[in-house]
């Protein structure tokens, strides 16, 4: 699961013991620069000076912080400097903070890293593809750091009682519409060891520059006896192997009903990727079922996909997806120094490699509008290990900022011992497997 911005502040907030939320009880001044809650007064005239208010409610000064520098505390009435850029009404949320929340969010963002790897996301790529030569590859950005295990795929044969998609190796036109594309079979060369991918041939896609094509199969000549009418109500999988090498050329498969038309994520362009969507149908569906590839191109250039295995079925994903072994049985040695990943084995051509390692958090950024709801990868407890980090980084920030060295370092001490505490709770182990060296073995 994975937490906003807006719960991090607070819970860090909480974490720290500064965590006031109000409502203010009457209308500001015009010039922006009054903010009244009666519940203030409980506060004493100098106590809160140099607080932050944090407007949390929809408007123009929403998510603007301000500076405290006089509380009058009859009436519960404060001034900030400099003004907020509009009047602050009656019924207005806000949070008040003894540490500026910009400060907090960017301590957030450093202590996700001081964090790693106690806490960390597991991150997936499966954008490198076997080619029977290579015994080396390029280690993907997207897990540059942290332990690397490897699963080579299983692949999955096209043709069952269960698949509704006729002739779903595109091995052959037969049953497929092109519609502002050119769609016509790509054999194997001897110089290509990436497409095709299984066997010896499959279907390349041409999509004029600037335009939208799409390359499809109506239910009419789908096998297995599918019907429109029969589809209505169920859910439904497409999944297909679609090959795209250049971000320029967006591809999406799709699922048509009477309805909708239902897409599955974008493809990455970098390569061969698994795409799949899943859809219930819909229950007045009687004369429309589309499954097909969408393919649009960004600029004048012409667009090449090449397609190689679908699946049209009941039931969900998994069943195309789960082509992977349960345990790392590739044996890998990592070089964080060329970012080079060894196999001992080469991989078999068309296979694709799935790589797990893992990452540091998600940043939250440090734009107001977005940090709120940018998430990092934590749940609850998690969390609790990224507070302890966050605060460490806040209060070592203020030690060096503020005058009051004894009384951050009592805050330290205390963090410290949190911090040691919930990675007593929640270990980091390393799971066998990978052999790493470099400098990101962790």
Known sequence: MSLTG????????????????????????????????????????????????????????????????????????????????????????????????????????????????????????????????????????????????????????????????????????????????TASLYSQQSADLIVPKYGNTCTRILVNGSTTGIYSQPVASMANGITAALSAGRKMTLGMWVYNATATTTTRIFIQDDGTTHYSATHGGAGWELLTVSAVIDGDNATLLTAGINATTTTSDKGIVFAERSWLYYGDSGRVTSIYPTRATARIRRDDTTQKIMFDDIPPRGRQIRLIGRSPLSALGSTASTQVTNTMEVDEAAAQILYAYSAQTLFERDGIYADMPEEVQARLSIVQQKASEFETKWPFTMLPGAVIQGPFKK
């Open 6 to 181: 807006a719960a991090l502040l607070s819970g860090l907030s909480g974490f720290i013991g500064d965590d006031f939320t109000g409502t203010t009880t009457s209308t500001g001044s015009t010039a922006g620069d009054v903010l009244v809650d009666t519940a203030l007064s409980a506060h004493g005239e100098d106590s809160i000076r140099d607080y932050y208010i944090r407007i949390t409610a929809a408007g123009t000064n929403q998510y603007i912080v301000r500076r405290i520098s006089q509380l009058t505390s009859s009436t519960g009435t404060v001034t900030v400097v400099p003004p907020f850029p509009a009047q602050v009404a009656s019924g207005v949320a806000y949070e008040m903070h003894r540490y500026d929340p910009r400060e907090k969010f960017a301590c957030l963002d450093e202590g996700r890293l001081r964090a790693y790897p106690h806490i960390a996301q597991i991150v997936f790529d499966e954008s490198l593809t076997g080619d029977s030569y290579s015994r080396e590859f390029d280690i993907p950005a997207s897990v540059r750091k942290g332990p690397v295990y490897a699963f080579i795929e299983r692949a999955m044969g096209s043709y069952s009682q269960w698949n509704f998609i006729t002739n779903p190796e595109f091995d052959t036109l037969t049953g497929w519409t092109a519609a502002t594309v």
